[in-house]
């Protein structure tokens, strides 16, 4: 128990006085040796609740229990007023007790309702429960009433009323027919909260004689109904389809009261055609899913236990396809008072001081009231050591005799709390509750608790001696709990021996003594190993043990983690399992356990039953982990481990590694060591001090690692000065004026010893002065201050701890703060070396303007206008460039010629950048243009094309002129002879005479300065087609060879027809038809009947365009555009115009399948296509 607890209070300087005299809370221990002859106020352990309703079938019990010393005795009140228990016969109060038990069988229950108050009194004070309300529950009948018919049109609301009589507790409401079958309810049918049944449209099903509402009362278990309710619904003038209205809460908004901690009901039923749909949600929050449900078909929204939060506006909303309205539900969330802290039973010594809280909430804020032994604490008896501050209670220097049972009553409008809380005045020497001379025993390694319970007034103090000698504190592998009992976090064998607690108070001293016994582990050396073995031969399982001599062993054999099967086949000797005349129901796995009174440990083996012995293959595996680690010769900085090898099943150990532990720095963490060949079994293991080592070992083959072996027992080497100093010193400044040493800590490991803390040493370089030094722990870092600006420091570190120092530290060179440099660059120079590069030269400033370490200098320079625009008329864009070191020269490229641009030079450090250098303005000389804007060719004619173009985007000078290159290119994209043009620099449209006409022409334009042309400009055009001239293509349907060619084969195809004919009038039938239609010629195409043409055939050779054939547009075509010509589709006659321009000639040869107007197509047959009309 802590008599210095902090507590938080609003009492100013009084209470912090009192604060070092507060006493803890303490409840007195219910051990019968201790509580003999030991005094206690009244405490209440068993009261009936605030409200009792009970039934008057039954007897009326109101408990009322309490303990203390001496035994309390029991008295009551009614009403306020003393109830005499023992002239009622009808009362009983049970012996030992305060409960009263009242016999009602026969009399009024009315009688013995009323408000009921036990009080526990004996002679160190008085508690009193709380004020029972017992009342008698009721189920009252009906009250006769005649309910008229009810007669409705179908498709409007109703509501049929329950109205239950006023019971006790309230009743549960259900609506049912004359068969006691309940009404289904559904979204259309509900019941709200209050019973009553709701319809929000009524259909033609609705119609029934026996609408019963029926009130079953819980305590009584009795059921009451309402005479039926007749409902009769109409379809000669049914309701038509209307928005929805609500029928309950009726208007837009209503309001809702709800408690803390109860459950809040909100409930919306709406009418309407068709049914409504109900939906909830809540102003500006979420509802709280985890505590919120919806029933009643989505009417009825409840929340439980109820917060402050939930206090809002609730809006609920029913809609259908015609419509929806809202009602808005207002909630307020007022709360009867709650516990924040109770007051809790005190036990004082003479003159200490104690503190009683009655730490209340709820809304509105209660009412706290105090009462002493039942009496309101104003007309109790004065006490000068006692104050009263509002919920507080300070009692202070309390006297003997001065105990009291104190009354914490906060109420409000919607309920109280009372509690009761002790103060009880002890003086009573030390007592050690844990029995005399117990022995402890624990395993190595494992943590070890031994109690020293006790009890007196004032609370004791619990000290700790090992073998009567030596104190035990708090810290490395020790702690002593609050309440007495220290703990071993991990037990060594050194840590055996007799230990002595002694509880110490004013008044006396008790001690007890108790022994602790550290054994070693129990541990199998031998594992059972995995059998094959042959159906009707033996097997057999060794597992040997190693265990502390004073535990005795007891060993267990299972099979598959059940009990061996009693039969004689099973020898379980002391270290080993043989089965004999092994069957294929032997087969499993093994596992024998030893026990001891401490620990145990376990290792298994599987059993294979096979017919015949196989011939085992060569199985490599990883080696088995070493056994039995032993610590030997051993030193301050060395000791000598040594183990057995396992099984290095098939695969001879290549060597071994040793890790270590350390128990005090890094516990669980382990790190290798050190290595040793496969062959030796022992290790001399350098270490170091102040460290709690525990090792273990792993065997390596070339099948890999082993499971690391059980680890050794620790060994602790003694603190020591530390062998380094922290690394990576650094000396770096944040700021002007300071100076931040930083450094890499050293880890517990290299502590060496406890209270590790560093020596931090500086000193200004090249300066004659001492060193300056600050010693600090636990940190990696220390900023000195008032340092000058950006001067060399001298660091260095040394650690040291209790047991001295490190070596002697490394010095190291470090530099405080940096600030803005204070001066810029002078004598600004700059030399243009043609338009589009200058170079900077500048005289670097002095190192002590710098303030710092020297990053370089940065160069702005902004174009301000073109020498050839208005001021103003250019936006002016900064650029920056950064030469780093210590420069005084640089080169400024990508300029723009024939521009003014502004210089500026800052320096610059890790701080920052210095002032600017003054403005320095120097200009670019002229350049070469750019490119032309654009270049159109427009208006193109027979022999003529017009050209335009723009000025180019950047002139970089005085423009000059303009320069055209043009020439022809041919049919076969040939290049003819190049002509060129000089412009002057008004000049941008120029018309180009005395060209070809269908020719392609590509012009080449670019602008010119006094620095002569920039870059070219390019683009093609075609002039335009002279319509006047003949076709060069001939048609071959127009030659005359060609047409009496025709005339030949047309001719003979008729005689050939004829010839037929004849044979087939002498020679009979001559299926020719059948054998069309059975023998389609592919050849053989249909004819079209619109247009006399044939539906498939085309010729293809009358698609190719002729070469070399070139349709102009608009004199700016391009050559991968379309060199079709309306010339290649005549036949050798000329195109004609009518005087619109419009081309009237007609095509003679077809390029497509076309539909012609009239029968003008001049079309010439082919001969294939003759040949197939023929046949």
């Known amino acids: 128990m802590d008599r210095n607890r902090n507590w938080m209070s609003g009492f100013g300087a009084v209470l912090l006085i009192l604060m070092s005299h507060v006493s803890s809370a303490l409840e007195v221990p219910l051990d019968p040796k201790v509580l003999e002859g030991l005094p206690q106020p009244p405490t209440i352990t068993l009261q009936s609740p605030k409200d009792y309703i009970f039934d008057p079938r039954e007897n009326i019990v109101i408990h009322c229990e309490a303990k203390g010393k001496p035994h309390p005795s029991f008295s009551w009140t009614r009403n306020g007023t003393h109830f005499d228990v023992e002239k009622d016969s009808k009362v009983l109060m049970k012996p030992g007790s305060g409960t009263l038990v009242i016999d009602i069988s026969g009399e009024k229950a009315e009688a013995y309702e009323g408000t009921y108050q036990c009080t526990a009194h004996n002679d160190h004070g008085t508690a009193v429960s709380n004020s029972i309300v017992i009342r008698q529950s009721r189920s009252p009948l009906w009250s006769k009433e005649r309910n008229e018919a009810i007669v409705v049109q179908m498709g ?59 009130a079953r009362f819980p305590h009584t278990q009795t059921i009451q109904q309402k005479q039926p309710i007749s409902v009769t619904v109409l379809n000669n003038s049914p309701e038509g389809e209307h928005r929805p209205g609500f029928m309950m809460p009726l208007g837009t908004t209503s309001t809702k009261m709800v408690l803390r901690g109860e459950t809040l009901e909100l409930e919306c039923i709406a009418e309407g055609l068709p049914t409504p749909d109900i939906s909830w949600q809540k102003d500006g929050a979420e509802l709280p899913s985890s505590r919120m449900s919806v029933q009643n078909f989505q009417k009825t929204l409840k929340i439980s236990d109820v917060n402050e939060g939930d206090a809002g506006d609730y809006h609920c909303t029913a809609s259908n396809k015609l419509g929806t309205t809202h009602h808005v539900i207002k909630v307020t969330v007022k709360a009867a008072p709650f516990w924040v802290s109770a007051p809790r039973n005190l036990i004082l010594a003479p003159n200490e ?65 009372m509690a009761n809380a002790f103060v009880n005045v002890l003086a009573e020497p030390p007592r050690v509750l844990t029995p005399p001379n117990r022995v402890y025993q624990v395993i190595t390694n494992t943590p070890a608790l031994l109690h020293c319970a006790s009890f007196g007034s004032p609370i004791p103090t619990i000290t700790w001696f090992k073998d009567s000698q030596i104190s035990i504190k708090n810290g490395d592998s020790y702690v002593i709990h609050e309440n007495g009992t220290l703990e071993i976090n991990v037990a060594q064998t050194v840590n055996s021996g007799k230990y002595t607690c002694i509880a110490t108070n004013n008044l006396g001293l008790k001690e007890n003594h108790m022994t602790l016994e550290v054994k070693e582990p129990t541990r199998i050396l031998k594992q059972p190993e995995y059998k094959v073995v042959q159906r009707g031969m033996s097997a057999s399982f060794e597992c040997k043990v190693k265990h502390d001599p004073s535990l005795i062993p007891v060993m267990i054999w299972l099979k598959d983690n059940g009990d061996l099967p009693d039969d004689d086949r099973f020898v379980v000797g002391a270290e080993s399992l043989t089965v004999k005349d092994v069957t294929d129901g032997d087969e499993g796995t093994y596992t024998c356990i030893m026990n001891t009174t401490l620990d145990q440990d376990s290792a298994s083996a599987m059993l294979t039953v096979v017919e015949a012995t196989p011939t085992p293959a060569i199985v490599y595996e990883k080696p088995d982990p070493p056994t039995d680690l032993e610590l030997t010769d051993q030193t301050e900085r060395s000791v000598q481990l040594t183990w057995i090898p396992g099984d290095e099943h098939n695969s001879p150990t290549q060597m071994f590694l040793v890790q270590y532990e350390d128990l005090l720095h890094g516990p669980g963490v382990w790190i290798n060591l050190t290595e040793v060949g496969g062959t030796e079994t022992t290790a001399r293991l350098n270490l170091s001090p102040y460290v709690y080592y525990s090792f273990r070992v792993l065997a390596i083959n070339r099948v ?39 450094w890499t800590p050293l880890t517990g490991f290299q502590s060496n010893g406890p209270n590790l803390e560093y020596r931090v040493l500086w000193k200004r370089k090249d300066v004659d002065e001492d060193w300056s030094s600050k010693n600090v722990a636990n940190v990696s870092q220390f900023v000195v201050t008032g340092t000058t600006t950006y001067t060399p420091y001298m660091i260095k570190i040394q650690a040291f701890n209790d047991y001295g120092s490190g070596p002697e530290p490394k010095v190291f060179t470090g530099y405080s703060g940096e600030d803005l440099p204070l001066s810029a660059p002078d004598n600004v120079q700059i030399m243009v070396h043609n338009s589009t590069l200058a170079e900077v030269h500048w005289e670097p400033v002095s190192s002590p303007s710098v303030r710092g370490k020297l990053q370089g200098y940065k160069v702005y320079y902004s174009r301000v206008r073109g020498l050839h625009e208005t001021e103003g008329e250019t936006e002016q864009q900064e650029q920056v460039l950064t030469f780093s070191g210590n420069r005084s020269e640089g080169r400024l ?64 000078g005085r423009l000059a002129g303009y320069t055209l290159k043009y020439q022809p290119v041919n049919n076969t994209n040939e290049l003819g002879p190049v002509k060129v043009k000089n412009f002057l620099a008004n000049e941008t449209i120029i018309t180009l005479d005395n060209l070809n006409s269908s020719m392609l022409y590509k012009f080449y334009l670019s602008a010119k300065t006094i620095k002569g042309s920039g ?56 299926p020719v038809k059948e054998k069309e239609d059975a023998h389609q010629d592919p050849e053989i195409q249909p004819m079209k009947e619109d247009d006399g043409t044939f539906g498939e055939y085309s010729d293809t050779e009358d698609h190719k365009p002729l070469k070399g054939s070139r349709t102009p547009s608009n004199g700016t075509v391009r050559r991968d555009e379309s060199d079709d010509s309306l010339v290649d589709y005549g036949e050798g006659g000329d195109g004609q115009f009518n005087e619109d321009g419009s081309f009237i000639g007609q095509y003679s040869g077809k390029k497509e399948k076309d539909t012609h107007e009239g029968n003008e197509s001049s079309e010439a047959p082919s001969p294939v296509n003759a040949m197939n009309s023929f046949v």
């Open 156 to 214: 409007v609301s109703l509501v049929l009323q329950c109205r239950p009589p006023a019971g006790l507790p309230p009743p549960v409401i259900f609506w049912m027919d004359n068969n006691f079958q309940r009404l289904p309810l559904d979204k259309r049918v509900s019941q709200a909260l209050n019973g009553d049944l709701y319809f929000s449209n009524v259909l033609p099903e609705d119609s029934r004689p026996d609408y019963i509402c029926y």
């Open 353 to 417: 001081t104690g503190i009683l809280t009655c730490r209340v909430n709820g809304e509105p804020k209660p009412k706290i009231s105090w009462f002493v032994n039942g009496v309101p604490i104003e007309n109790a008896p004065e006490d000068r050591s006692r104050k009263v501050d509002d919920d507080t209670v300070i009692l202070s220097n309390v006297q003997s005799g001065s105990s009291a049972v104190y009354q914490c009553n906060a109420s409000n409008e919607f309920g109280y709390l």
């Open 704 to 742: 890999g690692a082993s499971q690391p072996s059980q680890p050794s027992s620790q060994y602790r080497t003694n603190p020591a000065a530390p062998d380094e100093n922290p690394s990576d010193v650094q000396g770096v400044g944040t700021e002007p004026g300071n100076l931040v040493i930083s």
């Open 893 to 956: 490229p990508g300029l723009q010629p024939y521009s003014l641009y502004n210089l500026t030079i800052r320096v610059l450090n890790n701080k920052g950048e210095g002032p600017p250098s003054p403005n320095k303005e120097f200009d670019t000389p002229e350049g070469v243009p750019g490119p032309p804007s654009f270049l159109n060719v427009i208006n193109p004619g027979l022999d003529s094309l017009t050209l335009e173009w723009g000025p180019p985007m950047k002139n970089n």
């Open 1015 to 1070: 870059p070219i400009i390019t683009e093609e055009a075609f002039t335009a087609m002279d319509t006047t001239v003949p076709s060069r293509q001939v048609d071959i349907a127009t030659q005359g060879w060609f047409i009496g060619l025709m005339c030949a084969i047309a001719l003979l195809i008729l005689v050939l027809l004829i010839v037929c004919f004849i044979k087939r009038n002498k020679g009979g039938k001559y």
